[in-house]
């Protein structure tokens, strides 16, 4: 389909109202149009999965870290597509692309926002849970190079279903690690022991944080891996052992009033135990993307990394879906297949 | 004056009410007694100067990281003094120790808990501000170990003017960093310029300390150490650039609300910056004191390093001591002469 005179129709997915706390469905809007022709060094992009990330719910503000989207504009989103029509040298028709395609059933953008995936035989939502920036490189980074794990250190991880949390806990396993993972729900809990391979799950929603930390790990923990914030991260400050490291991925639970962000009021127990809180965002090891695709890769390719996700089907339900990551409705990285 | 049977009256200052946010002299009492006899073991030592830190604020409440006054218990000190009975064969009597010699001036305890002082011929206030666990020793390897600050680094450093802070500003410009302190009133800023070096200094109390921070580091800081907590942490974390080091010395302005401290809401900036927040006590170090005492020393006596300190007169005037360290009425480091 390279005949510019018959363009798809595409519906994209706007802001309508900017979300007072979690966002609702009710804060966008879908518009239908014909999509646009691409320009020399564009392609035209069919959308096949989106991934919904936290990131996104920042954007929404009207000061916000990773650029805020306008009212009217368009949901940034990333995913994989097909390219279907190509005005670049870089990619030719039925090329299988990733990159920042917006929350939208085709995409017409530079060339060069996009890279070709190097293993197109991989269907498009495990390729995301696996390889993405925003899941498999993040955790890869996360717990390798900011956190270091190492053997028989006991790491906990806070949302530990989700699309990160899932990879960090088996990462750490494969170095030898002991590791609690903290989700919400029973079905979640049984996820991580089941099917990602946890030593320890605890149900923040229906257990004793606290408690059960410190049944699990009597003597503290090594590493904490927070990619929610808030209460969580005050009480796993509260059993950091010495020398342990807070890694601060993300924090979900913050992210709906990111003007009025609940700091960590125990950080003092960072000085007690000479221990680190260290953030990082996986763009900061942009030039290792190369090299860390190819080992998750490998770890998925002889079975030792389980990428659990959560569907939503069609772009219409795009605010759906990132209204429940925020109401923790998912196991698994949740994406939308468009 | 090792006639057991004329021991001296020693004045003792103890915890007469927990103290209800910062320390006030009314929350402590004054008691004579004769001193008490030393046992096999001990030793009694007439103290010279005892050293007032934010430490001890933290040992007023009922639970306590560094153990719990209790009501009418004396109120724990650093310090150095004079054996003046020895039933130890570790001193001999004359020998100057230093050690945990409680607000008294005079102290009965095992030799076990003291040093001799390598240096007696330096003055007891210099040794301490130099040479102190609380000051020099927690300078050295804070701004060395914990922040390996490195030439040309942009460091901050709050409480700047205090027995630490100046040391910590020292230290890192003879590394060759640019160092930028904050300190509260013009007379504390004018010794930061003056007598310390600073490359800029920042008056919290008449200046906007944002503005003057973006305005001698418009591309933002390399180090932040901090002996505050609070809203100047917030400042600082906002004005980080990547791969920042926030090192967690202490945080005087939550000592006196230990229970409800106020965390750092714009932690999240570690995340966006790839940056850390690593806290530490000195007695993680304890290994390295000897080391470290040396290279100070031999600083000190090549007139590299300035010690200002505040003193104030008698065992009396302790609770006032203590009172003004919070009310940040000293300019170097506060200490009593007994």
């Known amino acids: 389909m390279s005949d510019i005179s018959n363009l798809p129709n595409s519906k994209k997915i706007v802001l309508k109202t900017r979300p007072d706390g979690d966002p609702k469905v009710s804060d966008f809007d879908m518009i239908e149009e014909i999509a646009k022709a691409p320009d020399d060094g564009e392609v035209l992009v069919e959308v096949q999965a989106l991934e919904i990330g936290a990131w996104i719910r920042t954007t929404l503000n009207e000061t916000a870290f990773h650029g805020s989207t306008p009212i009217s504009g368009t949901i940034p989103a990333l995913g994989n597509g097909k390219v279907i029509i190509s005005k670049s040298d870089k990619f030719k028709e039925g090329d299988i692309v990733t990159g920042p395609l917006m929350a939208q059933s085709y995409t017409t953008m530079a060339a060069d926002f996009f890279t070709k995936v190097p293993n197109p035989e991989i269907d498009p939502f495990t390729q995301i849970g696996i390889l993405g920036v925003t899941t498999g490189l993040t955790a890869y980074f996360g717990i390798y190079e900011v956190g270091q794990v190492k053997k028989n250190e006991i790491v906990l991880v806070s949302g530990a279903a989700g699309g990160v949390g899932s990879l960090v806990c088996q990462l750490a396993k494969l170095k030898g690690a002991k590791v609690i993972g903290i989700a919400g729900g029973k079905e979640k809990c049984d996820v991580l022991k089941n099917e990602i391979g946890v030593d320890a799950s605890i149900d923040y929603k229906n257990q004793n944080v606290d408690e059960q930390i410190k049944l699990h790990a009597p003597e503290g923990i090594d590493i904490f891996f927070d990619n929610v914030g808030g209460e969580i991260l005050d009480i796993a400050l509260d059993n950091i052992r010495d020398r342990a490291r807070v890694i601060i991925c993300g924090a979900i639970s913050q992210y709906s009033h990111h003007d009025s962000v609940d700091g960590p009021s125990l950080y003092l127990r960072l000085a007690e135990k000479y ?17 860390a695709s190819k080992e998750l890769l490998d ?40």
């Open 275 to 291: 221990a680190r809180m260290e953030g990082f965002t996986v763009m900061h090891f942009e030039e290792r993307y190369e090299e």
């Open 299 to 338: 770890l998925y390719n002889k079975g030792k990394l389980k990428v659990p996700f959560h569907i939503e089907d069609g772009i219409d339900n795009f605010p759906l879906a990132l209204q429940k990551l925020f109401t923790g409705g998912n196991t698994g990285k949740l994406m939308v297949k468009v």
